[in-house]
């Protein structure tokens, strides 16, 4: 089973609509992370959040926003007023202890390719 | 500016070289990692590192080996390349993360490798 699970793999939408893109994460550590970021088609990744599991305040950053549920074990990613540069491959991440010396190892969603039209 | 470096974007080799691919960080951050994309998969771990001579086995290990001789330096080896091994290769960095700081990863451009 994914431990990190992007059900959407592809999202088309018009500029201007809002847009969520889904991120459930699955986990039996009571300490962990979560990421989120941006593959634009030049291709290079681009870190946009963190969160550890000890702070479920939700965030927002102008037009982007994160809402994270440890009930659902869900950190889903908003984008308001969508824009066609927002165009990329999105990708949620988890961070779980396991490595030698307590570090932690990174998981990626498979990433949803999400697409603006103008 | 902070930076990720690969030593080549694109690279062709033939079934059987064996392939070097170098990534360079300049922040100083101590785990560095070895992922390969492809198409429907999303990012796969090959290995990390999370201290100069240390390395440990990620998701998919198998055909490849890494070295770090250096903190800054982090090498993915192919030691006898084979055509399922075409992908895109991307290195990362971070500091380890610990308490509201760390884990995020900074990327290099990615190496597109085609084993014919």
């Excluded at chain 1, 969603?109 to 103008?118: A, D």
């Excluded at chain 2, 700081?101 to 900074?106: A, K, N, R, T, V």
Aim: proline share 3%; charged share 25%.
């Amino acid at each position: 089973a994914q431990k990190v699970t992007q059900a959407q793999t592809e999202i088309s939408v018009v500029e201007k609509e809002d847009v969520t893109l889904d991120c459930v994460y699955e986990t039996r550590d009571t300490t962990y992370y979560l990421f989120w970021y941006k593959q634009p088609p030049s291709g290079e990744l681009v870190f946009l959040i963190r969160r550890n599991s000890f702070d479920e305040q939700n965030e927002i950053s102008g037009r982007y926003s994160w809402n994270f549920q440890k009930s659902t074990s869900s950190f889903n990613f908003t984008i308001t007023a969508s824009q066609v540069v927002d165009s990329a491959v999105y990708f949620c991440a988890l961070s779980e202890e396991g490595g030698a010396g307590g570090s932690y190892i990174p998981t990626f969603g498979r990433g949803t390719s999400l697409i603006v039209h103008p | 500016d902070v930076k990720v470096t690969q030593s080549s974007r694109y690279l062709v080799k033939r079934t059987g070289e064996k392939v070097f691919l170098e990534c360079v960080q300049d922040m100083d951050h101590e785990n560095m990692f070895w992922y390969r994309q492809d198409p429907g998969l999303g990012l796969r771990l090959i290995y990390f590192s999370y201290d100069v001579k240390m390395k440990e086995k990620g998701d998919i290990p198998e055909g490849y080996s890494v070295s770090r001789e250096k903190k800054e330096r982090f090498s993915l080896i192919l030691e006898s390349a084979s055509t399922n091994q075409t992908s895109m290769y991307l290195c990362a960095s971070s500091h380890p993360a610990w308490g509201d700081l760390g884990g995020e990863q900074f990327f290099g451009p990615g190496t597109r490798l085609t084993v014919l």
